[in-house]
């Protein structure tokens, strides 16, 4: 299994600020995804990370609110830009390992007042 | 789009007690299936799998079965224990390199 680490695992922003989340995996990965978790909610996919080209974005977000970066197989992070009370949220990160299981980071719960 | 969800957002069982906790998938496609659980504040651990070609699997303590026909997915905890409180999620995926699809999530509470 893959172990994957977040950082920050909390903070809280002011408004229209911006916040930059690192996921670290343990081991070289093909696949990285990005979460967003409301309090008490499922898993809503953000974008797919893509190594070496631009992430590909679910509907209902875009790079400019939510930039991403894969400079390589074991590292990627979210941005999350000029943000609003409505940001507050949990996000995830996950890695795709062996046989297409995918294995979470602890999050990032942010706050945005 | 295609979804998941599950039957009940809560349960509660008494320690001892065998739990099932339900899940109802729409994709026909999917082929494979994955139950997670996620404590309060941590991220979701993955608990056990099954794919399509499968109707049951077993872990610790754990059972996951699959019924294509009816597009159900369930999973059993045998003599659960308090420390399996938490929330349960299912997930599908239909495609290998895709991200998997989640359903709302059922809470499990476990008294003593």
């Known amino acids: 299994s893959a172990v994957i680490s977040q950082k920050p695992s909390r903070d809280i922003c002011q408004r229209g600020t911006s916040l930059t989340i690192q996921c670290q995996v343990d081991?070289?990965?093909?696949?990285m995804f990005w979460y967003r978790q409301q309090p008490g909610q499922s898993l809503t996919l953000i974008a797919t990370a893509n190594q070496g080209s631009e992430a590909t974005y679910e509907s209902g977000f875009v790079i400019d609110k939510f930039p991403i970066s894969r400079p390589n197989l074991t590292f990627s992070t979210l941005t999350v830009s000029n943000m609003s009370p409505e940001d507050s949220s949990i996000y995830l990160c996950?890695?795709?390992?062996?046989?297409?299981?995918?294995?979470f980071g602890p999050g990032t719960r942010l706050l945005v007042l | 789009g295609e979804s998941v969800g599950l039957h009940l957002p809560t349960l509660s069982v008494q320690e001892g007690d065998n739990s099932i906790i339900n899940c109802a998938y729409s994709n026909s496609a999917s082929d494979y299936f994955i139950w997670y659980k996620q404590e309060s504040g941590k991220g979701p651990q993955f608990i056990i799998d099954i794919r399509s070609n499968m109707d049951k699997r077993q872990g610790q303590r754990v059972t996951v079965l699959l019924n294509k026909t009816v597009k159900h997915l369930s999973l059993q905890i045998a003599a659960t224990q308090p420390g399996d409180s938490a929330v349960y999620f299912c997930?599908?995926?239909?495609?290998?390199?895709?991200?998997?699809?989640f359903g709302k999530g059922t809470t499990l509470s476990v008294s003593s």
């Open positions: 081991s070289q990965v093909t696949m």
């Open positions: 996950s890695a795709e390992g062996q046989g297409e299981t995918q294995y």
């Open positions: 997930a599908e995926n239909y495609q290998a390199g895709t991200a998997l699809i």
